[in-house]
Every structure is written in structure tokens, then in C-alpha cells.
């Protein structure tokens, strides 16, 4: 069986399930402002609403799939031979804000490999999908990264810990970037950043404090167009480990290694 004809049943799903709860999220976005006291309340509410309608969508056309969700989904996540891995709202404190850079994010693991991402941004109406072998893709159209190779060139996006110690070895990671990138920015959703890097918006992007969800999608997606991934040592990624880096080139990567590793 070709990969398209393997994995399209799925991303299809997929797709139609990060529509659904990204209409759920944009109308909750709707019922407060950013001043109302209880909009932490609300957006627990829309993170609740809009994983229940991806899950339901799912297990309807895939009910002996596993499911693990930031919201506390887990069915048959450890024994299941595939698992969907749902994040509903990527990008809560942005989302509060009103500041439209946040998504849906599903992404499908099959025996412990990443083979299908659909990451949906409901304020733009882009939809990027990638499977294993398939491509990457925003509404239609083929994905392909910057390829950009050195460093001084490259526009960077690092995590930052909210709230964090100052002196959390993330910050001391970006202070050490800064001198050598172009630019470095934090846009506060991991996936979104994936889904930019692998659109050739982005060169590269590092964390130190994922989890599944906020990776699981953009894996896909980066490696269908051609970018680099690895953990901040330059090590193989693992979904269930917090680290990434995500390069538009295995030279950039080069470059970047030695310096977010020194900690």
C-alpha cells in the first residue's frame, strides 16, 4: 500500500477534527476579554470543549486507536499500536491575550513513530497536514523549509519557562544564541513554531520544556519538508523527552549544538 493511500484516511480525520475544535475555540474567544477575572475559567472551558470534539471525531472513525491529550485524555496510550496525541489549544496565554498565533495540534504515533501532523490555525484558516512519505502542506500547497544554513542568517524562536527562575538554564541558553543569530524571538506555541519552520518562515527552534502535545504534530511536519530534529545535544528525538531542536538544515543544526549544549 503507498504511504498516501496509507495515511490520507487519517489526516483527513484529522483535519476535519482540528476544524471542528478550532470553530469551538474561536467562539469561546469570543465570550471574554482579556480584563475578566474568569477568563482562566473560560479558557479551561474551551480547552475541555474543543479536545472532547477532536476525541469524538477520532474514535468514531478509529475507536481501537489510543488517545493522550493535554487535558487529561488517555485511553489505551501505553498498549495501542496507534495513538493519536491531542493538543487543543497550543498558545493558552496568547489565545487570552487575543494575540493570534495559537492552534489546534493532532498528531499520530504508530509504534512509536510520528507518521501523521495536522496543526490548525482557526485566526488565519491554515491548515498544515503532513504524513510519513506524504509531503508537507498548508491548505493545498507543498511545504518546504528555509534551508537556510548559517546561523548569523537565521531567524530563531526558543521556548522560555513562564514565570520562570532567572536563572533557568533556557535563559542562559538564549542569551548565549543571541550574539549569533539573526534574530531570536519567543512566540509562546510550540506547534505554531513547528508549522512556521517547516513553511520556511523560521530557521530554527529549541525547547527545553515540551511535552508530547507540544511537539507531537510539528515532528511530522518539519521532517516532511525537509527540516533537521534532534534534541539539544544533537541526539534523536524523543516525543516523551521535553527537549527539541528543529533546523531548517542539518548545517544550522551543526552550528546551534555545541552552543545550546553547554549548559
Given at each position: 500500500?503507498?504511504?498516501?493511500?496509507?495515511?490520507?484516511?487519517?489526516?483527513?480525520?484529522?483535519?476535519?477534527?482540528?476544524?471542528?475544535?478550532?470553530?469551538?475555540?474561536?467562539?469561546?474567544?469570543?465570550?471574554?476579554?482579556?480584563?475578566?477575572?474568569?477568563?482562566?475559567?473560560?479558557?479551561?472551558?474551551?480547552?475541555?470543549a474543543?479536545?472532547?470534539?477532536?476525541?469524538?471525531?477520532l474514535?468514531?472513525?478509529?475507536?481501537?486507536?489510543?488517545?493522550?491529550?493535554?487535558?487529561?485524555?488517555?485511553?489505551?496510550?501505553?498498549t495501542?499500536?496507534?495513538?493519536?496525541?491531542?493538543?487543543?489549544?497550543?498558545?493558552?496565554?496568547?489565545?487570552?491575550?487575543?494575540?493570534?498565533?495559537?492552534?489546534?495540534?493532532?498528531?499520530?504515533?504508530?509504534?512509536?513513530?510520528m507518521?501523521?501532523?495536522?496543526?490548525?490555525?482557526?485566526?488565519?484558516?491554515?491548515?498544515?497536514?503532513?504524513?510519513?512519505?506524504?509531503?508537507?502542506?498548508?491548505?493545498?500547497?507543498?511545504?518546504?523549509?528555509?534551508?537556510?544554513?548559517?546561523?548569523?542568517?537565521?531567524?530563531?524562536?526558543?521556548?522560555?519557562?513562564?514565570?520562570?527562575?532567572?536563572?533557568?538554564?533556557a535563559?542562559?541558553?538564549?542569551i548565549?544564541?543571541?550574539?549569533?543569530?539573526?534574530?531570536?524571538?519567543?512566540?509562546?506555541?510550540?506547534?505554531?513554531?513547528?508549522?512556521?519552520?517547516?513553511?520556511?518562515?523560521?530557521?530554527?527552534?529549541?525547547?527545553?520544556?515540551?511535552?508530547?502535545?507540544?511537539?507531537?504534530?510539528?515532528?511530522?511536519?518539519?521532517?516532511?519538508?525537509?527540516?533537521t530534529?534532534?534534541?539539544?545535544?544533537?541526539?534523536?528525538?524523543?516525543?516523551?523527552?521535553?527537549?527539541?531542536?528543529?533546523?531548517?538544515?542539518?548545517?544550522?543544526?551543526?552550528?546551534?549544538?555545541?552552543?545550546?549544549?553547554?549548559?
Amino acid at each position: 500500500m503507498a504511504d498516501t493511500e496509507r495515511w490520507q484516511p487519517m489526516v483527513e480525520r484529522a483535519s476535519l477534527a482540528a476544524r471542528k475544535a478550532g470553530e469551538i475555540l474561536q467562539d469561546w474567544r469570543e465570550r471574554f476579554t482579556v480584563s475578566e477575572k474568569s477568563r482562566s475559567n473560560l479558557v479551561t472551558e474551551a480547552d475541555f470543549a474543543a479536545e472532547k470534539a477532536i476525541h469524538e471525531t477520532l474514535s468514531e472513525a478509529f475507536p481501537d486507536h489510543g488517545y493522550l491529550g493535554e487535558e487529561g485524555l488517555s485511553e489505551n496510550a501505553s498498549t495501542a499500536d496507534y495513538v493519536w496525541i491531542i493538543d487543543p489549544l497550543d498558545g493558552t496565554g496568547n489565545y487570552v491575550h487575543g494575540f493570534p498565533y495559537y492552534c489546534v495540534s493532532i498528531g499520530l504515533q504508530y509504534q512509536g513513530r510520528m507518521v501523521v501532523g495536522v496543526i490548525y490555525d482557526p485566526t488565519r484558516d491554515e491548515l498544515f497536514t503532513a504524513a510519513e512519505g506524504c509531503g508537507a502542506w498548508k491548505n493545498g500547497k507543498r511545504l518546504q523549509v528555509s534551508g537556510t544554513t548559517q546561523l548569523s542568517q537565521a531567524m530563531c524562536v526558543a521556548s522560555l519557562p513562564v514565570a520562570g527562575d532567572p536563572n533557568h538554564p533556557a535563559l542562559a541558553r538564549f542569551i548565549r544564541a543571541l550574539p549569533h543569530a539573526q534574530t531570536i524571538q519567543r512566540l509562546g506555541s510550540a506547534e505554531m513554531n513547528l508549522a512556521y519552520l517547516a513553511a520556511g518562515h523560521l530557521d530554527a527552534f529549541w525547547s527545553s520544556t515540551l511535552k508530547p502535545w507540544d511537539m507531537a504534530a510539528g515532528i511530522v511536519l518539519v521532517q516532511e519538508a525537509g527540516g533537521t530534529l534532534s534534541n539539544l545535544t544533537g541526539g534523536p528525538i524523543d516525543i516523551h523527552a521535553c527537549e527539541i531542536l528543529a533546523c531548517s538544515s542539518s548545517t544550522l543544526q551543526t552550528e546551534l549544538v555545541p552552543i545550546l549544549k553547554q549548559d
